[in-house]
C-alpha cells in the first residue's frame, strides 16, 4: 500500500529529497586543478577557488561601486591593488560596514557557514588561514559533497588563448571524473573574420569568403576540438541583438546553416544559447561591466523549425524573455530551456521562472544551473536554488491535492532526478 503524503508532509519530504537527490550541473566556469590552481601566486591557474577569490567575484566589484565611488577609489586604482587588498576593501565595505543582503553577498556567507566557518568576521584573516590549509584537489571533492553535485560542466573556450594552451600542453587536461568538458565557440558567430584569422594562423584553410573549402575546413575545426576535449556539447554567449536568419552580420547564418548545425546533428550533440548580455556597457568594470537586454525569441523558434534533427539548450538573460521561451519550448521538442542566469539568479526571479516554467511546461526542464565561476560558489548556489525548487514544488504538490491526485513520495523523487539530473542528461542522449 503506497504511502500517500499530506500537505504536512511535503513541507519536511520535498526538501529532504531535494538535498539528497545528486545535481549534474550543465554550466559553469569551474575546473580541475590540472588547469592550474589560482591559489599558486603564479595568475595563471583557471581553478578558482578560497576566500579572496569568492570575495573579488566580478558582482561584488560592481557591487562596491554602488557604496564607494570612483571619486574615493578610481577604478584603475583598484585594479592596481593585489586581490587580496581587493577583497579587504569589499568585504570591508559590503560586509563589515552595510549589511551583507544582496544576493551575491548572501551567498559568501552561505558558503562560509556551510563549510562550518563563522560568517561574522571582521576581516578576512581567519578565512584565509584555513583555506591555506585545503588542497585544491581535496577541496573539489568537499564542495561537491556539500552542494550534493555529481558532474561539473566546463566551458571550454577554445579561443582563448590560456585555455587552449592548456588543451595543447596536454590532451589529458580534461580527464579529471568530476568535471566534463564544452566546447565553447563565441568568436565564429560574433567575429567570423577573427575567428577565420585565428584558423588559419593554426593551420586550417579557411577565408573570409564563404567557400566550401572554409566549410569544409571549419568542419574539421569543429570536430577536432569535440573529439580532442571530448566534449558534450557546444555553446555560445550571444548579444541580445541576435537574429536568425539574418541579413545583416557577414558570416553567422552561414556557419550556423551550414557548418554547426550538420556537424552537430551529425554527432547527435546539442548547441547551447546563451542570449541577451550586452557586453562591455562599462568595459573599465572589466568582467563586472556587462549589461542585460531583451532578446529575441522567435530567432529561437525559426533554428528549432529548420533544423530538426539539431538540438538546443537556451537561456535567456532578460525576465521579460522567459514567457514567449516557455510558449516556444511547448512547440519544439527539440528545445530545452535550462538555468536562471546571471541577473535572473536571485530568490524572487528564481522562484517566478520555475512557477513559470512548471505551468507551461511540467516538469520538463533544467530549472537551474551554477553559472559559478569560483569553485565554492557551487556550494550556495545550490542550497539556495534547491530551497526556492522546494518551495514551489510543495506549491504544486498542495494544488494536486486540492485536486484529488494521490503524491508519494516516489513522485517526488521521480520529478528531482528529471530536474536536477535527467533532462540534461536524457537531452544529450536523445
Ligand atoms: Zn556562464
Redesign the pocket.
Known amino acids: 500500500m503506497p504511502d500517500y503524503l499530506d500537505r504536512d508532509d511535503l513541507t519536511t519530504i520535498v526538501p529532504d529529497v531535494l538535498a539528497k537527490q545528486p545535481v549534474t550541473d550543465m ?3 569551474c575546473y580541475p586543478p590540472t588547469f592550474g590552481d589560482s591559489s599558486d601566486g603564479s595568475g595563471e591557474g583557471l581553478l578558482l577557488w578560497g576566500i579572496d577569490e569568492l570575495v573579488t567575484y566580478h558582482y561584488l566589484i560592481a557591487e562596491v561601486y554602488r557604496v564607494v565611488p570612483e571619486s574615493e577609489l578610481p577604478i584603475d586604482k583598484f585594479w592596481a591593488m593585489t586581490k587580496a587588498q581587493q577583497a579587504d576593501h569589499i568585504w570591508k565595505n559590503l560586509f563589515v560596514e552595510r549589511t551583507p543582503i544582496g544576493e551575491a553577498c548572501r551567498g559568501v556567507l552561505t558558503t562560509l557557514h556551510k563549510l562550518g566557518l563563522d560568517p561574522n568576521e571582521k576581516t578576512l584573516d581567519n578565512y584565509r588561514k584555513w583555506f591555506a590549509q585545503q588542497t585544491a584537489d581535496q577541496y573539489i571533492d568537499r564542495v561537491m559533497e556539500l552542494a550534493n553535485v555529481d558532474s561539473i560542466t566546463m ?1 571550454n573556450p577554445v579561443f582563448d588563448d590560456p585555455e587552449r594552451l592548456m588543451w595543447e600542453k596536454n590532451q589529458k587536461v580534461g580527464d579529471d571524473p568530476r568535471f566534463e568538458a564544452v566546447l565553447r565557440i563565441d568568436p565564429l558567430l560574433r567575429d567570423w573574420p577573427g575567428a577565420v584569422a585565428k584558423m588559419s594562423a593554426w593551420g586550417y584553410d579557411v577565408s573570409v569568403e564563404f567557400t566550401q573549402k572554409t566549410i569544409d575546413e571549419t568542419k574539421r575545426f569543429l570536430n577536432h576540438w569535440l573529439d580532442y576535449m571530448n566534449a558534450i556539447y557546444v555553446a555560445m ?1 550571444l548579444p541580445p541583438e541576435f537574429r536568425y536568419p539574418s541579413d545583416s552580420d557577414l558570416a553567422g547564418n552561414r556557419f550556423v546553416s551550414d557548418i554547426l548545425m550538420p556537424v552537430l546533428a551529425e554527432r547527435g550533440l546539442p548547441f547551447a544559447m ?1 542570449i541577451g548580455c550586452h557586453q562591455q556597457v562599462k568595459p573599465e568594470l572589466r568582467d563586472a561591466g556587462d549589461m542585460v537586454g531583451k532578446s529575441d525569441v522567435q530567432s529561437v523558434v525559426s533554428l528549432c523549425r529548420e533544423f530538426p534533427k539539431n538540438k538546443f539548450f537556451i537561456t535567456m538573460l532578460s525576465r521579460e524573455n522567459q514567457h514567449e521561451l516557455c510558449v516556444a519550448a511547448r512547440k519544439f521538442g527539440n528545445l530545452m530551456l535550462f538555468g536562471c ?2 541577473f535572473l539568479n536571485n530568490p524572487s526571479i528564481i522562484e517566478e521562472m520555475t512557477r513559470e516554467r512548471l505551468e507551461l511546461l511540467g516538469t520538463s526542464f533544467i530549472p537551474q544551473h551554477s ?1 559559478a565561476r569560483v569553485l565554492d560558489q557551487l556550494v550556495y548556489k545550490w542550497d539556495h536554488s534547491r530551497r526556492i525548487i522546494g518551495e514551489v514544488l510543495i506549491d504544486k504538490y498542495n494544488d494536486l491535492i486540492t485536486a484529488g491526485y494521490r503524491v508519494q513520495r516516489d513522485h517526488i523523487e521521480r520529478d528531482a532526478r528529471l530536474m536536477l539530473r535527467d533532462n540534461f542528461r536524457d537531452f544529450c542522449k536523445r
Request: hydrophobic share 35%; glycine share 0%.
Open positions: 554550466h559553469t566556469h566551458t554567449s546563451m542566469w546571471w553559472d
